[in-house]
Each structure stands twice: as C-alpha cells, then as structure tokens.
C-alpha cells in the first residue's frame, strides 16, 4: 500500500535559517504529491503541490521537487521566520482518491 | 479561508453517546472526505462521498458512518463514544471523484472531546 515518512521533528531553527524537512514515499502508479501545513490551533492549509516527476512545486518561499527516482519530495526555504512556526506534513495522493498523510513534522523557528 | 466550513468547532461529551459533525463543501465540489487527527494515530482517512454515493472506506470504525445530502453537506455520524475517540476531525473536499491531481481543500476542523 501507499506509505509516507517524514522526518520526526521537532526542528527548530533561527529565523533567516536554512530548512529542508525530508518525505519520501511508497506508491503504486503515479501519485500526485503534496505538502500541508497546519498552524497552530488551525486546520490544514495546502502549501504546495507537484502531479509529475520532476515537477517542482513552490509558494511562499517554500519549494519541492518530486523525485521519481528517489521517491522522495522534499520541503525546502531558504530562509525561515518566526511565522513558519507550524506542523507540515507531506501527503500522497494516488489514484485511490484519499491522501495518505506522514506523520508530520513540528517546526519551531526562533527570533 | 479554503471555502470548506465544519459545524461545530468543539464537541464535549461523555462516553457512550452520539454525535453528528457537520460539513460544507467548497462551491462547486462534489467530493467529500473525511479524515481523523489523533496524537497516537496522526492523519487518518475514512470515508469519501461524491455526489452522495459512498466511493472509498479507510479506516473507519463501524461505530462511525457518513452521508452526503442531496445539496452537497456531508454528516459524520459516531456512536457509542469511547475515550480513545477524541481527536480533530478534518473534512476535505475537492471537484472530482477519482482525480488524483485535484487539491482536497480541507475545513478548520472539529474538536471532539470524549469524557
């Protein structure tokens, strides 16, 4: 079946710090892949999205690249604030219709 | 603001009873998800609606059941509480039924409290 992992966080960096979070995944077919973030006391908002290998996805400074090859669709920014502070989670979609979520990891970004 | 509402944002009660969550699509989408957030489980999904049809079970109790009316709003209907119950519960939607590029935009959540 479909499976996702993400690095266990929690990550805590300084603002203006570099980021990556690491998700790679197991599928069958072709999935669509995506990243989440859910601040805090709120739901879950999509960050970005890539349907293709190769494809990059970006938004707000955040980026990713879906790796076919590596199964791998990593989260990346160059330089974080304090307002990044959030849980993402890197998420699949395959033709099965339901997104299959990793776990999710905590990011705390210190002034 | 994803366009997707969920009624009510917290939910108090005790074990053993019911409870209906409630959910409103964006406009013009026809499928609706639902999916469970608890700190031991994480982001679970369990039922998908399109046009009022039943199209994909996850991992869904059988204590739990979901319906999507005639004008599009889904219900999430669980029974029987039990403390191992509460969590976030998240409703998504998206245009289509089987479309695996579409964005499920998700609502702000509901709260569920077991006691």
């Known amino acids: 079946g479909n499976s996702v992992t993400q690095m266990e966080g929690p990550v805590t960096l300084s603002e203006e710090a570099f980021l990556t979070i690491n998700c790679t995944y197991t599928?069958?077919?072709?999935?669509?892949l995506f990243w989440y973030v859910q601040y805090p006391g709120e739901g879950l908002q999509l960050l970005l999205k890539?349907?293709?290998?190769?494809d990059k996805g970006s938004n707000k400074g955040f980026e990713a690249t879906y790796r076919k090859e590596t199964t791998s669709f990593h989260l990346e920014k160059g330089s974080v604030q304090v307002s990044d502070s959030a849980v993402y989670f890197c998420?699949?979609?395959?033709?099965?219709?339901?997104?299959?979520f990793g776990g999710g990891t905590r990011l705390m970004v210190k002034p | 603001d994803s366009g997707v509402t969920q009624t009510p944002k917290h939910l108090i009660t005790a074990t053993g009873q019911r409870v209906t969550l409630r959910c409103s699509p964006r406009?013009?989408?026809?499928?609706v998800y639902w999916y469970q957030q608890s700190l031991d489980q994480g982001l679970q999904f369990l039922i998908q609606?399109?046009?009022?049809?039943?199209?994909a079970k996850g991992n869904i109790l059988e204590r739990f059941s979901a319906q999507q009316f005639p004008d599009l709003h889904s219900e999430l209907n669980l029974s029987s509480l039990e403390l191992g119950d509460s969590a976030l519960y998240f409703c998504?939607?998206?245009?289509?039924?089987?479309?695996?590029?579409?964005?499920?935009?998700f609502g702000p959540g509901t709260r569920l409290t077991v006691l």
């Open positions: 998504a939607s998206s245009p289509r039924v089987a479309a695996s590029t579409d964005t499920q935009y």
């Open positions: 599928a069958t077919g072709y999935p669509s």
């Open positions: 890539a349907t293709k290998a190769d």
């Open positions: 998420a699949l979609r395959s033709a099965g219709n339901m997104l299959t």
């Open positions: 406009s013009g989408d026809l499928s």
């Open positions: 609606y399109y046009n009022g049809e039943e199209r």
